[in-house]
Nanobody, 121 residues
Framework: QVQLVESGGGLVQAGGSLRLSCAAS????????MGWYRQAPGKQRELVAA???????NYVDSVKGRFTISRDNAKNTVSLQMNSLKPEDTAVYYC???????????????WGQGTQVTVSS
């Protein structure tokens, strides 16, 4: 069993910043890619940013230049620094990790509980 716990969400004015963090724990052998997704009311969940175990990153076009994803492999954590926030960034943000446990040879997909980010005009 693997658990992902997010923190750092909240209310911020447009132009402000927030930093989201996610800690993975449990029977972890290897964590491959980690990422942040978000879902706004009435919209599909979308990948915001992802990072591989080797440090390669990718971002959805709408956040490029504003958001930065990073990870600490020793601590099994991933963070998302969000700057120049816009009202359209308002959503529930979910941490995701592809994790290999002692039970399998292939990664399983795990999700955090979500943290609310609200950006006011």
């Amino acid at each position: 069993q693997v658990q992902l716990v997010e923190s750092g969400g909240g209310l911020v004015q447009a132009g402000g910043s927030l930093r989201l963090s996610c800690a993975a724990s449990g029977s972890i052998v290897v964590i491959n890619a980690m990422g942040w997704y978000r879902q706004a009311p009435g919209k599909q969940r979308e990948l915001v940013a992802a990072i591989t175990s080797g440090g390669s990153t990718n971002y959805v076009d709408s956040v490029k230049g504003r958001f930065t994803i990073s990870r600490d492999n020793a601590k099994n954590t991933v963070s998302l620094q969000m700057n120049s926030l816009k009202p359209e960034d308002t959503a529930v943000y979910y941490c995701n990790a592809d994790v290999i446990t002692a039970m399998t040879f292939h990664p399983f997909d795990y999700w955090g509980q979500g943290t609310q980010v609200t950006v006011s005009s």
